[in-house]
């Protein structure tokens, strides 16, 4: 059942020893969510836990050191963030078919839970919680609102991207007028530090750029035996595929990784206009307009002309 | 003499044939602040003209290209952005000795102007000219909204920064309200995209970085030498300096680059709290507590152990 903020604000004042699941993989959004709310259910009485698949990056030290919340027997369920059960991880089988609770922003929620709060137009779930929390009347913390503007800054890319809402500024505004948050250090740590060794591997594929239909398609292709060579798992180079639009006139980007079975494992970015997902979709694959993949069959050459050939229709159409 | 929105706008509502100066090496914030205020001088019916001693960027075009006004002698002399005669190049001879009027957001402004409307603790001058718009009640056109809204985030890195106030994002929330500018292609442009001749000396210069001091010192030196193996003029190497602090726990990048004469220019950024203009003025240099420089003689090596010296000094002082 689809809810607004006076049913959350019901829940919320009359639940009890809750846990809280962000989703596996977790970003700064369900991390700040997460330990958002965790705060705002510490001003309502409500004793929480934040649980999580993965281990929390490093990175978000400043947000998790308070800690995730003591151990004990759930008697509510909250999901933040989170479209759909499959990305609890291990949290599916134990609390997936009974989360009571769920904040989120993803038009494309399943609707898994009992009650769902969503809003499809907010830039980030923690979007949506500091303006329950507005709706509430709760104070909200230094912390807390460091957590809710990690949220909003990460998810839109600091204000960067097409998702970003007028909100999302003004939220901003109200957070360092109100709580004097250190968002400059929150941004340097969020969006320009890079480990030494995804500097270097950036160094390495932005050497491999190929440039195809007069520079409107850029194609970086990595073997195993490249990946070998730069010492390197398939899964380190996730992330490098936004890399691929970085470069002026670029209108599609594409990072093709060779797996382990010599398939290659093909991510698609769209700089502006062009559907990449409907792309992918001429290739047997699929996904979002800005970001799509597919995975092709052949050596390396040739799963390139397959691609070359796919954009230059969807360039031409 | 400073003045305020009230005589700036008696001053603006009685102008004559102005011709606008925005300061060389021209940035987003003088660009949007010298045609975003040209579209506000249309609106009351003052013909005007934006002038710059160098060319304005290509990736401004989407601003510049309705044209920088046409020729006539102006009756009225105004200056954007620009806190010293010195950065007007060419103009300061011309139109630097007789400004009527500057807008300013730098607290180091020379005052040089007959009025002056500073607000030192401004993002950007386009936050100031968007306020000034809003206090007279002009009309702002979207051409005018993308000029100012540009300005604004190029000087805050997209809101980023420590110098972004929280009016910044109030600005920007109103003007994704009422503009509808297209806020994610401008700071695409602005941000994102890369020649393809910078990615590629990026890819080399992330190669060449040494941390020291446990990490929380980076340099990076190219020698004559290596320019010359990498086919570039020093002058490309301007606005590298930011990468030698991208590094996780790096406190002080240091950029240096050897001039024809053997020097060792050195350019200096701090991540945090460490103070780089203390430090360059141990060894002769200066600047800002973030951003300074110095011009060291000797080999590589011995200028490398100069400067690593003297930040280990600092670092623990």
Known sequence: MLIGFSEAEVFLRN?????????????????GAGFGLKDILEQLGVRSRVVCHDVFPKRYNFLTEGG????????????????????????????????????????????YAEKT?????????????????QYMGVKITRHCAMCLYTGIATDSGCFKYDCTTPRAHEIAAEMMRNYDINFARIN??????????RMKLEGRLSELMEQYLDGRLVIVAVTQDMMRDMGVEMEELEGFAPMTIQMEDTEVGILMRERPDGVFKCSFRSANDINVSDICQTVGGGGHAKAAGCNVS???ESVKARLIEAVRKAIEA
């Open 117 to 133: 709060l969503l809003r499809g137009n907010a830039t980030a779930a923690c979007e949506v919680i500091y303006d329950l929390a």
């Open 188 to 197: 340097r740590n969020m969006f320009d530090v890079k480990s030494p060794g």
């Open 298 to 300: 052949g050596d390396a």
């Open 15 to 31: 639940c009890q020893d809750a846990v809280i699941i962000t989703h596996r993989n977790p970003d700064g959004d369900c991390i």
């Open 68 to 111: 995730a919340g003591e151990d004990f027997e759930p008697k509510t369920i909250i999901a933040v963030d989170i479209a759909d059960t499959a990305l609890m991880g291990k949290y599916e089988e134990i609390y997936g078919s009974r989360v009571q609770l769920c904040i989120d922003h993803h038009i494309s929620n399943k609707k």
